[in-house]
């Protein structure tokens, strides 16, 4: 059997599992692959996947708080998960660990355009942004940084590349851009808070609805049971959605790639994670 797993803490709601078995299941592969989640708490995340490897398994999606210690105890590191500083699929093989970021690609994969000589807008400088401006560059995007703490901004694209956007009082220029991409985590549902005032996130991420058009692609990495009020509003506006289950389907098809060197199923894999949100 060759077992596979996504690792993180918390684990229970990951979509992962259900999404790589349909796909499994589509391709007749079930007998000989299965995925499962499993919870590493990060003193014990090091040990927990060389217990994975003494037992058998084949690699791991890693997911939060363990992407960079994931990077970390790798033995061989793909370019992209060295640049974003953070890996989100190991693979284990004789030579030992090998760490990629399955994210990037995943987000170019998922556009409706190619990127190059596009201007692009990517809201948020944590390492889920670091993911989306490396990709953007390397696919020949024009990157601009927005961040609620313009320090931090200011940090990635001096380290990666691409120009800062500041605001003081004023809303973000998106009529300017042909890609926006919200990297935040503005508009994750928060468990146990009370119901969100309309309109909320979109000041958070200082967006004007009404600027919204059919000439803009918006991506929004945020998913959850309800579609985001970012997509909302950018779909009432005319742009063409992509959204965080369309991200995570993505990343998965190129971690599952990398695994099996077979196709993903991706309609397969779509369906199985909205059914299962539904
Ligand atoms: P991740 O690694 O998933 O990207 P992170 O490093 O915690 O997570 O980054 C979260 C991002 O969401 C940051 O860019 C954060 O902005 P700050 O750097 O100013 O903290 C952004 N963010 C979180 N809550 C926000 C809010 N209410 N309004 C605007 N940006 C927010």
């Keep these: 059997m060759n077992r596979l797993a996504v690792l993180g803490q918390p684990i229970a709601h990951s979509l992962s599992p259900v999404m790589h078995t349909a796909a499994f299941e589509a391709l007749g592969m079930s007998g000989d692959w299965s995925y499962e989640a499993i919870e590493l708490s990060p003193e014990g995340f090091a040990a927990g996947v060389g217990e994975l490897r003494a037992g058998g398994y084949r690699g791991a999606n890693v997911t939060v708080p363990h992407k960079r210690a994931a990077l970390e105890l790798a033995d061989e590191v793909s370019a992209a998960a060295d640049a974003i500083g953070a890996a989100n699929t190991l693979s284990f093989g004789p030579a030992g660990v090998r760490a990629d970021n399955t994210d990037a690609p ?3 994969a998922a556009l ?10 990517v ?10 401006v490396w990709a953007l560059l390397g696919a020949g995007a024009d990157v601009a940084v927005h ?12 380290e990666l590349g691409g120009a800062v956007i ?3 009082d004023s809303f973000l220029p ?15 549902a928060r468990p146990g808070a009370s119901a969100r005032v309309v ?12 600027e919204f058009s059919d000439r803009l692609v918006v991506v929004d990495l945020v998913y959850g049971t309800e579609p985001t009020e970012l997509s909302l509003a950018g779909s009432r ?9 369309e991200i995570l389907v993505r990343q998965g098809a190129e971690s599952f790639r990398i695994w099996t060197g077979m196709e993903p199923p991706l309609e397969v894999m779509r369906r199985a994670i909205r059914d299962q949100q539904e």
Excluded at 174 to 188: M, P, R
């Design 199 to 210: 309109g909320a996130d979109l000041k958070e991420l200082r967006i004007e609805a009404d």
């Design 174 to 188: 998106i009529g300017k851009f042909d890609i926006l991409v919200n990297a935040t985590s503005v508009g994750l």
């Design 147 to 158: 961040n609620r703490t313009a320090s931090r901004a200011q940090e990635l694209v001096d």
């Design 237 to 245: 506006g005319g742009a063409t959605i992509v959204d965080g289950l």
């Design 123 to 132: 809201l948020g400088a944590g390492g889920a942004a670091r993911a989306v």
């Design 106 to 108: 995943g987000l170019i």
């Design 112 to 121: 409706p355009i190619p990127p190059a000589g596009r201007r692009t807008l």
């Design 166 to 168: 500041e605001l003081t």
